[in-house]
């Protein structure tokens, strides 16, 4: 079993800045990447980001390409997201995601998640 924590959500103003951080323990051995999805209230959950465990490789939805960065610290353990030029369509619930198999936009492919945290930007 692999356990996530997300931290490092809250309220910003649009045009501003977070980070959120996810850290991962336990057989964290079988990740092959890490991914963030968020869901705004009434909306599905949708892909962000995604990063592999060793760092070579990342991917973006085409809405956060340019102003969200995903990264992992090797030392220790997380995946973090960088989001910069906040826009109130950012406004969801940011919830941290690992797969054991490829890496990969679609939800339905991530086999652990964490409990999540609110971004919520102004306008």
């Known amino acids: 079993q692999v356990q996530l924590i997300e931290s490092g959500g809250g309220l910003v103003q649009a045009g501003g800045s977070l980070r959120l951080s996810c850290a991962a323990s336990?057989?964290?051995?079988?990740?092959?990447?890490m991914g963030w999805f968020r869901q705004a209230p009434g909306k599905e959950r949708e892909f962000v980001a995604a990063?592999?465990?060793?760092?070579?490789?990342?991917y973006y939805a085409d809405s956060v390409k340019g102003r969200f960065t995903i990264s992992r610290d090797d030392a220790k353990n997380t995946v973090s997201l960088q989001m910069n030029s906040l826009k109130p369509q950012d406004t969801a619930v940011y919830y941290c995601?690992?797969?054991?198999?490829?890496?990969?936009?679609?939800?339905?492919?991530?086999?652990?998640w964490g409990q999540g945290t609110q971004v919520t930007v102004s306008s």
């Open positions: 990063i592999t465990w060793s760092a070579d490789d990342t």
């Open positions: 995601a690992a797969e054991t198999d490829a890496l990969n936009d679609s939800q339905h492919e991530y086999d652990y």
């Open positions: 336990g057989r964290t051995f079988s990740i092959f990447g």
